[in-house]
């Protein structure tokens, strides 16, 4: 049943190493958490994963249907074959289309999917005109699940901080993903957002039958809804279980406070 | 949504229909002189040519130094197609297209991958090597001497019927190219084109093949830039390679810049004005260079975004607020509009 | 052994050259280090010494077409030095430093205004204009004739008197530029803007000075460069910049840009591949070849020799 499973991986940037020996297996319909203090290397692993470093040792194997094991590697894949094979993921510091309307954002990300091609819609065939109906009325439906539909015109830079974190999600659902990874959705988000974050992530997580893995330094949000996580420091796991197990272990309370502090003085 | 669909397409019928009457009557009758018609008509091919350079530097971001390059390769193939291969004009006019096509393709394999800067000087450098290449391959190209005798667009020995129909091929080629790139760019490919200007990491990690894009992109600009020289050939009917030197694609990249870099309304703009502006500089001798230099620093430092930024003028919407008063029943979802030529009322 | 003499002829010409080249392609490197701008107007800044360098030369060496008072040439190249070094402070200051936080395109669209308006700047100043002027050459600079026969009936291959000066010039303006930038405190600050702009600025640097003082040292080192090369064509004219400022351009990219010993390497490596092309090959192909290996370096290995690899954060 798994969707993911990534098989000791480790990246080496000029000497230094920095994740190592990483171990990862995704289930189906699961949501994960990946933690760890800053440095530790969490945005490597999501950057291996979706093809944005190619990992100097292990395998990731994908599996769409998520039945069975996974078998396909990913390794050395673009991108974007990654994304259309079904990973989508969001960016820590937001990398939305900034001078591109809201509605075009998550159109953009529905287009490998789009039939026609460029000479037809040079062209303006029927085809063309249908498939864009077609998109544009799902991108609004996208829209309209993170309650952003009323802004659909505006340009995505002018979006509070919150709603651009929020279509960022939207725009990754776009790819018709089976597996999302969300590098720190709440970042800049208010208590009252984030808790409301965490409800949209369980609610899509149902809706679109996904699996999720995120990163997050907000531990209300992780230990809210993650059914297990797993903790990074240097590169290397240190932890993995349950949110009440990772809280009590004591080699992530050295990872996150150091070393000789007294916890509950 | 589909009567929105058949407005949008009457209305720009009609518009370029009536300006193309307006303009051909103008020109048939005098009203406009020779000197202005061809002139006008130069305009449309500088604006082709600059719409190719939006297309790759204003859309797709990346900025390319070498268009006069693609610009001599589609005006020489066309030339030697219909001087050696007695082919008529207009098939050998987008056979010198295809074949600056394949060059681009050629050029752009190793190029695309390289990012700003970088592009921009090995564009640069093609662009020489082209020239340079045109200066020796004299059996083909007449070399340094240039190239003679291309024929016109029509010799009926009517100086005024002449003028019309140069006028009227060169309009309809600049209608072709503006229906290729709008419509291209207002679809789904097109806006795969443009994140790739936004951001590229994030474009690819949503699905979208960059590689392939930048060079459908540069392939496509390539392609119209090369009707362009095409055109160029036919309306000098003498080349040379000089006329393709490295200032003539500078000339292109400050018509982009100056209209606004992907804004296609803002490059016809800027390229009918620039035309007009550098014969008006002719006065000036020698000083017009200086001039042309200090004009593009002064739009960089104060005018960065040029004359429309990357907004459009709508014809459509131009056309419903002035002749149907309408409230427009929204077509804004399908993104901005397409454009017409002689809106200029309605810049700001 | 015929041929050998002749690829040994064809080396020291290109080491003569590429010390040139290198000088110039030390400006790109070091103004590209810090603003990240590819400095078009760089080969028009060399234009502006050489003639600076013309004017001294003609108003105070007597004979106007011969130096033969090595005290003049030492003064042409100090005022050419310093006439430059302005000319590239103030376009820095009016044209750059405006656009410092403005899209790149933009700074270098405004970089290749600057260099037009260079160019047919001088073309219509009375004194300059258009056509090219026949630029002093070297006379009975005894001591340097003297060494360039001996090497001449010694290995059989020949070094004129001027080559012998472009490489020395070269050279010491060379280990003066490593002494500055590794040595001093203005040079330790260069290094630092060039790493990181901001927090240099919050360090305390003049972020400001340290750039003015860059694009100094980039433009009277394209100024040396500019009376080596008019004294080797003796001629000087307001395009006489363009070619050999895109070559640099080539060398500091081929050396890796922002790399002070690669732009060494790379000016040295463009001479000698560009007097080997005229020499075994075709001196029509002499242009081509530069934008070739431009082209074969950005697509092996877009870095540069000695540049680093820098990847995008994600």
Redesign the interface.
């Given at each position: 049943m798994a969707v993911l499973d990534a098989k000791s991986i480790s990246i080496v940037f000029g000497g230094l190493k920095a994740v190592t020996n990483f171990d990862l297996k995704l289930e189906k319909g699961e949501l994960v958490g990946l933690i760890g203090p800053n440095g530790a290397g969490k945005?490597t692993v999501f950057?291996m994963l979706t093809g944005?470093y190619n990992p100097t040792g292990g395998d990731i194997l994908f599996n769409k249907a998520g039945e069975g094991a996974a078998t396909k590697s990913i390794v050395g894949l673009k991108p974007f074959q990654i994304t259309q094979l079904g990973i989508a993921r969001t960016?820590q510091n937001i990398r939305l289309f900034k001078d591109l309307s809201v509605l075009d954002n998550v159109r953009i990300a529905f287009h490998f999917g789009v039939k026609y091609n460029a000479l037809q819609g040079i062209l303006r065939t029927p085809l063309f005109f249908k498939e864009e109906e077609s998109i544009t009325e799902k991108a609004r439906d996208l829209l309209k699940i993170f309650n952003i539909h009323g802004k659909e015109n505006e340009l995505a830079k002018n979006l509070p901080y919150g709603e651009q974190r929020k279509l960022e999600i939207a725009r990754a659902l776009a790819t018709n993903p089976k597996l999302l990874l969300l590098d720190e959705p709440a970042a800049g988000m208010n208590p009252q957002e984030t808790h409301d974050l965490m409800h949209l992530i369980s609610f899509i997580r149902d809706k679109f039958d996904l699996t999720i893995l995120l990163i997050e330094h907000d531990m209300s949000l992780v230990m809210g809804i993650c059914e297990r996580i797993v903790v990074l420091d240097y590169g290397q796991t240190i932890a993995v279980g349950t949110p009440s197990q990772i809280s009590k272990d004591p080699k992530v309370i050295k990872a996150y406070l150091g070393e000789g502090v007294e916890t509950g003085a | 949504m589909k009567k929105n669909r058949f407005f949008n397409a009457i209305t720009l019928t009609v518009t370029s229909a009536s300006l193309y009457i307006l303009l051909a009557l103008l020109i048939f009758t005098g009203i406009i002189d020779e000197y202005n018609g061809q002139l006008l008509t130069l305009a449309g091919i500088y604006v082709i040519v600059s719409l190719s350079l939006n297309l790759i530097?204003g859309f797709t971001g990346q900025?390319a130094l070498g268009h006069a390059g693609f610009m001599a390769v589609g005006a020489y193939s066309t030339a030697i197609i219909i001087m050696r291969l007695n082919v008529p004009m207009i098939p050998a006019v987008f056979a010198g297209g295809l074949i600056t096509a394949i060059f681009g393709l050629l050029i752009g394999i190793?190029?695309l991958?390289?990012r700003?800067?970088?592009l921009?000087?090995?564009t640069l450098?093609?662009g020489?090597?082209i020239r340079?290449i045109m200066v020796?391959l004299e059996g083909l190209t007449g070399g340094a001497a240039g190239l003679k005798g291309v024929p016109p667009f029509s010799d009926s020995g009517d100086f005024i019927l002449d003028a019309v129909i140069k006028f009227s091929w060169v309009y309809g080629f600049v209608i072709f190219t503006l229906v290729v790139v709008s419509n291209l760019i207002k679809s789904s490919p097109g806006r795969a084109i443009i994140s790739i200007r936004e951001d590229e990491?994030a474009s690819n990690s949503m699905g979208i093949n960059v590689p392939y894009y930048k060079m459908f992109s540069f392939t496509m600009s390539a392609f119209l830039a090369g009707i362009g020289g095409g055109l160029y050939a036919i309306y000098f009917g003498y080349l040379n390679p000089q006329m393709f030197g490295f200032?003539n694609s500078?000339n292109f990249?400050?018509i982009v810049?100056l209209g606004g870099?992907g804004s296609i309304t803002g490059t016809i703009l800027a390229g009918i004005g620039f035309t007009y502006i550098q014969e008006w500089l002719r006065i000036f001798k020698?000083?017009r260079?200086?001039i042309?230099?200090?004009?593009?620093?002064s739009v960089?430092?104060f005018w960065?975004k040029g004359l429309m930024g990357t907004n459009e003028i709508s014809v459509v919407k131009l056309v419903r607020k002035y002749f149907f008063k309408n409230k427009n029943s929204d077509n804004s979802s399908s993104g901005s509009p397409a454009s017409g030529e002689s809106q200029s009322e309605g810049v700001r | 052994m015929e041929l050998l003499q002749q690829f040994g002829q064809q080396m020291v010409n290109g080491i003569a050259l590429g010390s040139v080249y290198a000088l110039i392609a030390l400006g790109y490197t070091m103004v590209y280090g810090i603003v990240?701008?590819?400095n078009f107007a760089h080969g028009d800044v060399l234009m502006v010494g050489a003639f600076a360098g013309y004017f001294v030369l003609t108003s105070f060496g007597g004979d106007a077409s011969k130096i033969s008072n090595p005290l003049i040439l030492i003064l042409a190249f100090i005022i050419a030095m310093i006439v430059s070094a302005i000319f590239g402070m103030i376009i820095e200051r009016t044209?750059y430093k405006?656009?410092r936080k403005?899209?790149?395109?933009?700074?270098?669209?405004?970089a290749?205004?600057?260099?037009?308006?260079l160019?047919?700047?001088a073309?219509?100043i009375p004194w300059i204009g258009?056509n090219p002027k026949q630029f002093p050459t070297l006379k009975n600079i005894g001591f340097l004739e003297k060494v360039s026969d001996f090497i001449k009936s010694a290995t059989g291959v020949y070094i004129s008197p001027v080559q012998i000066i472009s490489f020395f010039i070269a050279v010491l303006l060379m280990v003066l530029l490593f002494y500055v930038v590794n040595h001093t405190k203005t040079g330790k600050a260069m290094r630092a803007v060039s790493h990181d702009m901001n927090a240099a600025l919050l360090m305390g640097i003049d972020v400001n000075r340290i750039i003015s003082f860059t694009f100094a040292i980039g433009a009277s080192l394209a100024a040396a460069a500019g009376i080596l090369f008019a004294l080797n064509y003796p001629q000087v004219e307001p395009y006489m910049g363009i070619m050999p400022g895109l070559k640099a351009?080539v060398a500091a990219?081929l050396g890796g840009i922002g790399s002070i010993p690669g732009a060494m390497l790379g000016g040295f490596i463009m001479g000698i591949a560009e007097t080997l092309t005229k020499g075994f090959i075709s001196s029509?192909l002499a242009?081509?070849v530069a934008?070739?290996i431009?082209?074969l370096i950005?697509?092996v290995k877009?870095s540069g020799i000695l540049g680093k690899n820098i990847r995008?954060k994600?």
């Open positions: 945005t950057n944005v960016f | 530097t900025l190793p190029t991958r390289l700003g800067d970088y921009a000087i090995t450098g093609f020489e090597i340079v020796n990491i200032l500078v990249v400050v810049v870099m020698d000083f260079l200086v042309f230099g200090l004009a593009l620093i960089m430092l960065p | 990240k701008l590819i044209c405006p656009l403005a899209p790149r395109i933009n700074l270098l669209i405004t290749i205004g600057v260099s037009i308006v160019e047919n700047g073309r219509v258009p351009f990219v029509k242009d081509a934008f070739g431009l082209i950005l697509v877009p995008e994600v």
